[in-house]
């Protein structure tokens, strides 16, 4: 069974490029979140779906991050444009209905703006 | 508000011998309760999580962890620690109130000496 899918597993971009990372979550899970991770601050929560719809994106840092959800199995964080300070290592997560809140973590993307 | 803490940031150990990584949580409630282990380059792959019942529950690679209601604490153990668990881990609670959010401590990192 396929676990979360994430892609690319690196990125390396310039200051002021776009950056999508994609997300498939598991299959039949119905929610979906988004996280960075930095040495300095751990790991963030940016925004999390569920049933594709966004509920809480209080955790996106800024207007420059944005995220969809177009469809049940697949997710994107939108960067733009992209600065240093948002190089991170970048997961997604899913969750099922049945499974108590337990989240499932995808390899993450680790993102360098140079 | 609703914390967790791990104590250590970095504990090192032989291998073979035993480990315990603590985990306290600030919570009027029990929640429900989760261990994490990270790898270097890696997600989050799931260790062990209690709901309720039996305090004492068994994860994957031989890890447990004990619930104690009395301390608000869930402390990851392994009997004997292998070259291979050296990695980052890190616990994390959800508040049974409703919310969905993950309260990740801040990790503990493991180093296991030859």
């Known amino acids: 069974d396929a676990g979360v899918i994430q892609s690319p597993r690196h990125e390396v971009t310039e200051m002021g490029q776009e950056v999508t990372l994609r997300c498939k979550p598991i299959s039949g899970h119905n929610s979906l979140f988004w996280y960075r991770q930095t040495m300095m601050r751990g790991l963030e929560l940016l925004i999390y779906?569920?049933?594709?719809?966004?509920?809480?994106d209080s955790g996106m840092p800024e207007d420059r991050f944005s995220a969809k959800m177009p469809n049940a199995s697949f997710s994107t964080l939108k960067i733009q444009p992209s600065e240093p300070r948002d190089s991170a290592v970048y997961f997604c997560?899913?969750?099922?209905?049945?499974?108590?809140?337990?989240?499932?973590f995808g390899p993450g993307t680790r993102l360098t703006v140079l | 508000a609703q914390s967790v803490t791990q104590p250590d940031i970095h504990i090192t150990v032989s291998e073979g011998a035993s480990l315990e990584l603590r985990c306290n949580y600030s919570y009027g409630a029990t929640p429900y309760l989760f261990w994490y282990v990270q790898s270097p380059g890696q997600g989050l792959q799931l260790l062990l999580k209690y709901f309720s019942g039996d305090t004492l529950v068994q994860g994957i690679k031989g890890f447990e962890a004990e619930f104690k209601r009395s301390q608000s604490s869930f402390n990851l153990r392994k009997p004997s620690v292998h070259w291979s668990d050296a990695a980052e881990y890190f616990c994390a609670v959800v508040p049974t109130s409703g919310t969905y959010k993950y309260i990740f401590g801040t990790g503990t990192r493991l180093k296991v000496l030859a």
């Open positions: 779906f569920n049933n594709n719809v966004p509920i809480d």
């Open positions: 997560a899913s969750r099922g209905l049945a499974g108590r809140y337990t989240q499932y």
